[in-house]
């Protein structure tokens, strides 16, 4: 029947039945209008069908007042069964979208039918039913939800004040639950709509149970919430024709049947242009918000002070306004700027269509309405904060933070200022606030900032708008710093309400807090590094706290809500550098420090302020400073300004003339100028304060006063009224009458009108005259970190001392002022609002809470064993590590490391808790997510990975190390009885041996090792404890700890350098340790470098740079064990890095070989030394073909070897030289040929080897080997890499063994000829310096293979390299048998000498081969001849027979092929080598000059008058022998040695230069014969000198008799050269006569026979010099001596006589008249032999005799 009711049209469907009921309902005759209206709607509704060309609030229906009236009728019946099904068909028509029309409050002209619907009900909800209030409610969002009905302002208003009454009054629980939902619901709403300025808006549905939070969670009853949550998603989904909607459920049941039509175009049609529709969204949205926000003002009466009711509605109202601020969107905060901005672009786009006048007003309208939202947060939502801040309601401050908490997330960017306040009001009041805090409160705003906290953005924005902003307070810091406190809890001694259960809650939040801010840090880093393409790996495992940091979004907010506040607002972002940053920072705190300067010492302050440019040095800028700057304090101010020193006053002038007064009267600008400063307690001060400002009042009210004076006298008038009526220890107060009376005259002796001074007697009586800080009108800059900074003295002072009962009076002037400064810092360039996205930011801010989060996680993890709270300290560290490493923070970084690496208490292990092993998971996930940026920080993870390791090992009961590294491989009964021990360890309590008892004894964290204290004893309980700690332990295995080795694979370049750097340390301070050396770290070294070894060489090159140096420092320790261990790891080692291959000219393998050879060469050790030859032999024996550039460091670790002074070690490395050369020579060369001359050089230190011939004379062979691959081209290499000449031998010269060829290739070029020769010098060169080894056969075998390989081989050098080998190979050979150089010192040892094989040999072989590469080597005759010569002056009559021979070969087989010039070569090298040895002979002589034997007269006479002899005569003079110096004996013992030493080799030289001579004269030529008699007459002049010394004799001859040796034969020496010369000039002159003509040799012969002559006589004393003659009376016989003399000298006169002779007669008759008389004296000469007379004879008849017959 009720299908038939209504029609066929769509509202008579619905009408139908619901008119039916209501006339069913009603009573006949109270409500027979009722019954009537339905009744004639029924009959019409029969007749109507749907059109919907009809344009009524009532789809399809033309009339739409009749079919509505009967609802209104029903509704205003209030009779319960009416108004029911009335409201039932009401919520209908809504939710199902039939009425569609404008609502507004229905006005008296013509009430819109609808209008009259919605006012029924809202009246209706008085009737105190549960159903009707639960109808009305759902009516009323239903009209709310419907997109076809828009609502106006007032009109919502006044839905939501209904819902608002119901919510209040409610009869229920839960229809007050179900208001409160609807009203959340309808915000929801409606500001959805407002945000897109559509009705066709999503929204969020509201969650009942969240509403609860805060409030009225005593209204629940049972199932009231589902059943409200329930009622509220019916309302919401069922209006299913919303297209649109995301979200629409399946209509109620019996509404299957109705087919509803999208409306979409309908609605849009009837706004479609319509500028009104437009705005009136909006302006209900903002309506609703001023409204709400006045509502939460409202306070309670002082006669009502417990008014529930308004507190209810007050707290009602914030919530709605907090389900609003959820749900906001970005048109909230969307400014002037950003509106232009879009606008005028979008307008742009569309200029050419849109009339530019209409254009330019739609603009400004959208201006005007967007701005306004933004306005109205300003000023009404900040008041309601700021008024309801002053209440104690729990509730109320939970709301206001959660309302602040969405303030600061989606609108900081436009709030600056005011958040700027609020946070310092709200928070950190209550943060700082430690003593006696509210659990609740303090709990709120700690569950706060953890919110707030988790935002990363809103950290960095927080810090950056306000601590990095001089007018702006250090909310960051002050945050941190009330953690800390707060952290830390009461201090000791202090009083507190705190029970220990609260303040360990408010420790663990705070904890939790710091902990979320640098872990929101660490994201914003990672996020911006990211952005910056830095690569940054984290790989977090702490499963417990994985809480992401998205932004606070709760089911009430819609999608915007998640959204950060910079994504939502770009234009308030502005593009700000860190170093700007950096500046405005340091700005901020050096003015801070200059503020709290001057409140301290004000003149100290400013100065500050001028040096560092803070301030001008000007009275002006200062004056501006003090006026405008906040945190200065008042009462110093005021002092400054007194004083009355020239600057000071003019800053007072300058402050005073910066205010201006114009328009006001005196007692107004009186209170406005005293508003900055107190004034000063000293009376001259006020005056001249007082002084200045009535000057500067009259000069800007020239009509006020006749003169300043009067301004003056009533100023201090002022004041003194001031302090009289405000002051409560004045009793008798000033009337009015004496103020007037006081005043009289005072105007140039006028009186002022009394009804002015009455005027200003009654303002300062009424209002105190205070300075800003006392007053409610704070000023607007807040710069410090503290309240009066702020500029919020006044605030607090206020408003949280007001109460609920007293909300006005003057706190309503501070909070009117406080409106008045949000509007006013709304409009300042201080407000801009800055975002950056450098991560370099973090700096600052790390370095502003590093240390209050060290400070709180390390008290917190100290004294707490609360699993919970030490977890977040742990992860705290763990973030706070990650912000600092990354950013390059090295001393905070390490302060986090090292906090956390002393809380592992690994160090003392026996105190160790749970705690403690959760740091070391910590310390591992530190290495693992922060290994690219440790750095240093890596030395105190890898200790206490060693600590931890070092444990494990105990509880496991391996045996420590150090019974690996002792010095004794024996087993000790100790260790026996030691060792069952370790393997019960965990078992028994009662252990006590020195290793666990070390350990359990503990030591500080800095100590080396473990157990580093050995005093005192160990109690079985703390075995237990420690036995204990170790089951602890085994929460983490060996994966954990190896992990970290392995992955450092992962590690950067950097980063693996310096993780190797403290890897050696760690290492380093493990086997250094005295006590338990271990290799812990050693082992990890290796498998560190295992897992690295694919890295890049550059890379490899400087990790083992450490790695080298490393070994080389362990290698050469004094513990043996420790030295071995460390040897095989780096073989290990080196056997990894061989087995990768080596291209070629690669150094890689010679570096990592090299600390091998620098062991070698520094090490004490034999069996250090024999280990690396034999881990050498092995490495390169198992990995030869892979050898290439470490051929270098093998040979120089094999040639470090051959000179030990071990034979076995010698032998030992030989035997692999040998198989190296034998076997794998071709490897030697195959990469690189340079490595050809390490392994000469190698075995030319073998060869040196004195333990074994053997050994040098297999290495000699080696040489010939290696020159025989040499001279074969066995080098394998490319010409085209063959290194220079010059490069080699600058190589060369760092070894002794070619320092000539380094000077050579300094000159010449030599690879350009043989690319060899670099290859031949240094293994022709250490043969020649083996010639001179001290051993016979090693000499031998040297000069044997030394020229037999330059016999052999010599055909392949070039011209320019032989120049090379015969100056720094073979002449060298001879340098220190040669005796070119004489010892300057005659008592130094002489130098090293060949016997006479070696010198034979070596003659023999320089001969051979100078004759067989005589083409080669000619030029180098001189040099040749030069050397074999030099043998000659050797001593050892070997040499010099080798070098007669030489000599003698060299002419015999060469005389042929040599040119004169040749020839003459020879005898000058001869002659050279003659006169060579007397610069040194005769510097010898002069020692004798220095020594004397007696006088010299005296013994010459006696020399001469004793028959007996001088020697005689000498000993009988002096007396005892004994008496002579022992030191000038031997002296002239030595000279006398050398002297027939010298006389020897002059002899020597001259006869060699004879045999020569005689042997090839047929082939001398004129210049040779020359050399030749030019060589006889040098010695023959020498020989005369030497003889001729008569003082040097005597000397000579006393010291051989004193020494009983033969005197030196001086004579002889003289006969044999004048012999020689005298048969050489009488040949020539017989033989060639036209070469004696040539050269003079006639007149040379004479001459020689002349001097024999002479010499003879002289010996005879017949020829005496001339001054010396006197006359002969008679001859005495001549004494022995002198026979003797002449007996030597007769055979010399003899053969000059016969010479005489024997020449032609011409010849001597030219030299007659010369001779003659030198004859006669031969004549009377006594002859010892009877020679000379026949001779004599035979000269008189055949050459004196013809001539005088011929006379």
């Known amino acids: 029947m009720s299908s038939s009711l209504g029609g066929q049209s769509r509202c008579g469907w619905l009408l139908g039945p619901s008119l039916d009921k209501i006339i069913k309902n009603a009573a006949w005759r109270k409500h027979s209008h009722i019954v009537a209206a339905a009744k004639s709607a029924l009959d019409k509704l029969e007749t109507l069908t749907d059109d919907p060309s009809f344009s009524t609030p009532l789809y399809g229906v033309s009339d739409p007042d009749s079919l509505i009236l009967p609802l209104i009728l029903a509704i205003d019946s209030s009779s319960p069964k009416v108004v029911e099904p009335a409201l039932d068909c009401a919520y209908r028509l809504f939710s199902l979208r039939l009425i569609r029309c404008e609502i507004d409050l229905p006005s008296d002209d013509s009430p819109s039918i609808i209008s009259r619907l919605v006012d029924s009900v809202c009246k209706c909800n008085g009737l105190g039913e549960e159903i009707v209030e639960l109808a009305v409610l759902k009516t009323l969002l239903s009209a709310v939800r419907s997109t076809t009905v828009l609502i106006r302002a007032d009109c919502v208003n006044q839905i939501v004040k209904t819902c608002y009454n119901i919510y209040l009054g409610g009869v229920n629980g839960t229809n007050q639950i179900c208001a409160k939902a609807v009203l959340a619901q309808m915000m929801t709403i409606v500001f959805a709509r407002v945000e897109a300025d559509s009705l066709l808006a999503t929204f969020n549905t509201v969650s009942v149970a969240e509403l609860l939070e805060f409030n009225d969670r005593n209204l629940n009853e049972g199932s009231s919430v589902l059943f409200v949550q329930n009622l509220i998603n019916d309302v919401v989904y069922t209006n299913v024709g919303d297209a649109n909607h995301d979200a629409i459920a399946s209509p109620a049941p019996e ?106 007003s739609y603009l400004l309208i959208l201006n005007i309405l967007l701005y306004r939202f933004l306005n109205v947060i300003k000023q009404f939502l900040c008041l309601s904060l700021l008024k309801n801040s002053a209440l104690s ?158 932004s606070s979004n709760t089911s009430l907010g819609g999608d915007e809500a ?130 200045k400002f009535a000057e500067r009042y009259c000069k800007c009210n020239p009509n006020s006063f006749t003169s300043a004076d009067t301004a003056y006298v009533l100023a201090y008038s002022v004041i003194m009224l001031n302090t009289d009526a405000h002051n409560s220890m004045v009793k008798d107060k000033m009337s009015k009458a004496d103020f007037i009376r006081n005043n009289r005259g005072i105007d140039d002796g006028k009186d002022l009108p009394e009804e002015n001074l009455g005027a200003l007697y009654d303002q300062i009586v009424k209002n105190e005259i205070k300075m800003k800080a006392d007053t409610s009108a704070p000023q607007s800059k807040q710069t410090n970190s503290v309240n009066r900074l702020l500029g919020l003295d006044g605030i607090l002072n206020l408003v949280w001392k007001q109460t609920e009962e007293k909300p006005m009076g003057a706190n309503g002037a501070l909070i009117k002022h406080i409106q008045e400064q949000f509007k006013e810092k709304s409009g300042k360039s201080e407000s801009t609002y800055y975002a950056v996205a450098d991560a370099a930011i973090l700096r600052f801010m790390v370095e502003v809470c590093w240390g209050p989060m ?110 690996f590294l002792s010095g004794s491989n024996v087993e000790t009964p100790e260790d026996k009885s030691m060792r069952p021990s370790f393997s019960s360890l965990k078992k028994k309590g009662t252990l006590q041996n020195p290793v666990v008892m070390a350990v359990v004894r503990g030591s500080s964290y800095d100590s080396t090792s473990l157990g580093a204290n050995t005093a005192g004893l160990v109690t079985p309980d703390q075995i237990s404890n420690f036995i204990s700690n170790l089951n602890l332990l085994e929460q983490i295995g060996n994966f954990e700890l190896n992990h970290i080795f392995a992955h450092s694979q992962r590690l950067d370049s950097e980063a693996i350098v310096a993780f190797v750097k403290a890897l050696c340390k760690v290492s380093m301070s493990e086997l250094q340790s005295p006590t338990d050396p271990r290799v812990f770290s050693l082992t990890k070294i290796v498998e560190v470098a295992h897992y690295n070894m694919n890295r890049i060489r550059l890379v490899w090159s400087r990790i083992w740079s450490v790695l080298s140096d490393f070994f080389v420092s362990v290698g050469l320790s004094e513990n043996l064990s420790v030295a071995i261990f460390v040897m095989d790891s780096l073989r290990q ?31 004490n050790s034999v069996e250090i030394r024999e280990l690396i030859v034999r881990c050498i032999s092995q490495m390169i024996l198992s990995r030869v073909s892979n050898v290439k550039s470490g051929w270098k460091s093998v040979f120089m670790a094999l040639t470090a070897a051959a000179a030990d002074e071990r034979k076995n070690v010698v032998v030992l490395a030989f035997e692999t030289m040998e198989k190296i050369v034998r076997e794998y020579f071709p490897y030697i060369t195959e990469t690189e040929t340079a490595t050809f001359t390490d392994c000469v050089r190698c075995l030319i230190t073998f060869t040196n080897s004195r333990f074994d011939s053997d050994v040098s004379l297999n290495a000699i062979a080696f040489l010939r080997f290696c020159a025989v691959k040499l001279a074969e081209g066995g080098l394998i290499c490319n010409t085209e890499t063959a290194i220079t000449a010059a490069a080699v031998a600058a190589a060369a010269a760092d070894d002794d063994l070619s320092i000539s060829v ?143 021979s030489g000599l003698m070969r060299l002419a015999g087989e060469l005389g042929g092929v040599l040119t004169e010039d040749e020839w003459s070569c020879i005898f000058v090298s001869l002659k050279e080598t003659a006169a060579s040895l007397l610069p040194g002979f005769l510097k010898l002589l002069r020692i004798m000059d220095r020594i004397e034997f007696g006088s010299s007269n005296a013994a010459q006479s006696t020399f001469y008058d004793d028959d007996d002899g001088g020697q005689t005569t000498l000993t009988s003079r002096n007396g005892m022998i004994e008496d002579y110096d022992d030191d000038n004996l031997q002296t002239a013992g030595y000279v006398v040695s050398r002297m027939k030493t010298h006389i020897s080799t002059q002899l020597l030289i001259m006869q060699v230069t004879t045999d020569i001579y005689n042997m090839q004269q047929h082939l001398l030529k004129a210049s040779s014969v020359k050399v030749v008699l030019e060589l006889f007459s040098q010695t023959v002049t020498h020989a005369r000198n030497l003889s001729s010394d008569t003082s040097l004799h005597i000397k000579l001859q006393r010291a051989c008799s004193i020494l009983e040796i033969p005197d030196p034969p001086v004579v002889h020496f003289e006969n044999e050269s004048y012999q020689n010369i005298l048969n050489t000039l009488h040949h020539l002159l017989i033989s060639d006569p036209s070469l004696s003509e040539q050269m003079g040799i006639e007149s040379h012969l004479f001459s020689i026979c002349e001097e024999i002559i002479q010499i003879y006589l002289s010996c005879c004393r017949l020829q005496q010099p001339k001054q010396q003659q006197k006359p002969v009376h008679w001859i005495l016989p001549l ?73």
């Open 854 to 963: 060290l400070a709180a996680f390390s008290v917190t993890l100290d004294q707490s064993d609360d699993r919970a709270a030490t977890n977040y300290c742990l992860q705290g560290f763990r973030h706070a590590v990650h912000v600092t490493a990354v950013m390059g923070m090295q001393t905070q970084r390490d302060a986090f490391v090292t906090s956390v690496a002393k809380f592992t208490y690994l160090h003392c292990a026996a105190d160790m808790k749970q705690k403690n092993v959760d740091a070391v998971k910590t310390i591992i996930a530190i290495a693992i997510e922060n290994g690219n940026y440790l750095q240093d920080a890596w030395e105190h993870i890898l200790t206490c990975l060693s600590r931890f390791e070092h444990l494990q090992l105990l509880g496991e009961g391996a045996p420590s190390d150090a019974s």
């Open 1302 to 1444: 380094a000077k050579e290739a300094d000159k010449e070029t030599l690879m350009d000829v043989d690319k060899n020769a670099s290859y031949w010098i240094p293994l022709l060169s250490g043969l020649s310096l083996l010639t001179s080894d001290p051993r016979l056969a090693i000499r031998k075998s040297s000069l044997e293979v030394l020229f037999n390989i330059l016999k052999d081989h010599g055909h392949v050098f070039s011209r320019l390299f032989w120049i090379t080998v015969i100056n720094s190979v073979i002449f060298p050979i001879f340098k220190n048998v040669s005796g070119e150089k004489e010892d300057k010192d005659p008592s130094s040892p002489k130098p090293a000498c060949w016997d006479s094989e070696t010198c034979s040999v070596a003659t023999r072989c320089l001969i051979d081969l100078f004759i067989n590469f005589f083409g080669v080597m000619r030029g180098h005759l001189g040099a040749v001849v030069s050397l074999v010569a030099g043998l000659l002056k050797n001593t050892g009559q070997g040499c010099a027979r080798s070098g007669v």
């Open 562 to 691: 998640s959204l950060p506040d910079f994504e939502l607002h770009q234009e308030a972002i502005n593009d700000h550098s860190t170093a700007t940053l950096e500046q405005r920072r340091a700005y901020k705190l050096e003015l801070q420090k200059g503020i709290s300067l001057f409140n301290r010492k004000p003149s100290k302050g400013i100065e500050f302020l001028i040096s560092n440019k803070k301030i001008d040095a000007t009275p002006e800028a200062v004056a501006l400073f003090l006026k405008n700057t906040s945190g200065l304090n008042e009462t110093v101010i005021g002092d400054y300004l007194g004083e009355r020193e020239d600057f000071l006053l003019k800053v007072m002038h300058a402050y005073v003339d910066s205010f201006k007064f114009d328009g006001m009267d005196f007692g107004e600008a009186i209170r406005f100028f005293l508003r900055g400063f107190r004034l000063p307690g000293e009376a001259q001060k006020i005056d001249r304060i007082m002084e």
């Open 255 to 360: 509404l299957q049947e109705v087919k509803v039509e999208s409306p979409s175009a309908e609605g849009e049609s009837g706004e479609k242009d319509d500028l009104s529709g437009y705005t009136k969204i909006r302006d209900a949205g903002v309506m609703v918000f001023k409204n709400l926000c006045k509502l939460s003002m409202k306070f309670s009466s002082q006669e009502q002070s417990d008014d529930q009711i308004l507190l209810r509605g007050k707290m009602l109202s914030l919530e709605l306004l907090k389900v609003i601020m959820d749900n906001a969107g970005p048109l909230w905060s969307t400014n002037e700027r950003q509106v232009i901005s879009c606008l005028l672009t979008e307008s742009h786009s569309v200029n050419c269509s849109i009339n530019i006048n209409l254009q330019s």
């Open 1679 to 1751: 004494n022995s001596a002198v026979k003797d003399e002449l007996g030597a000298r007769t055979s010399l006169l003899v053969s000059a006589l016969r010479v005489l002779s024997e020449v032609e007669q011409a010849r001597f008759r030219r030299y007659a008249c010369t001779l003659f008389p030198l004859l006669v004296e031969l004549v009377r000469c006594e002859h010892t032999s009877r020679e000379v007379q026949p001779v004599l004879s035979n000269l008189f008849q055949t050459c004196i005799g013809p001539i005088i017959m011929n006379a």
């Open 1133 to 1163: 080692l080196s056997m990894k890095f061989l087995e990768r291959e080596e291209l070629a000219n690669y150094n890689f393998q010679n570096e990592f070989l090299r600390p091998f050879v620098i062991v070698m060469q520094k090490s």
């Open 393 to 550: 309601v729990m509730s109320i401050f939970q709301l206001l933070c959660s309302i602040f908490q969405s303030l600061l997330l989606k609108y900081r960017s436009v709030l600056k200022s005011e958040i700027g306040i609020f946070f310092p009001m709200l928070i950190l009041r209550v943060l700082e606030y430690i003593l006696q805090p509210s659990f609740i409160q303090k709990m709120t705003i700690l569950n706060l900032l953890d919110k707030i906290s988790q935002d990363s953005q809103i950290m960095i924005d927080i810090f950056v708008n306000y601590d990095c902003d001089v007018d702006s307070p250090n909310i960051f810091e002050r945050t941190v710093n009330g953690l800390l406190k707060t952290a830390l809890g009461p201090p000791p001694g202090s009083t507190t309400t705190l029970t220990p259960v609260h303040d360990l809650t408010f420790r663990f939040e705070s904890v939790k807090c710091l902990v979320t801010i640098v872990k929101s840090m660490g994201v914003w880093m990672d996020q911006q590094l990211r952005i910056s393409e830095y690569s940054v790996v984290r790989n977090t495992s702490d499963n417990n706290n994985d809480t992401s940091l998205e």
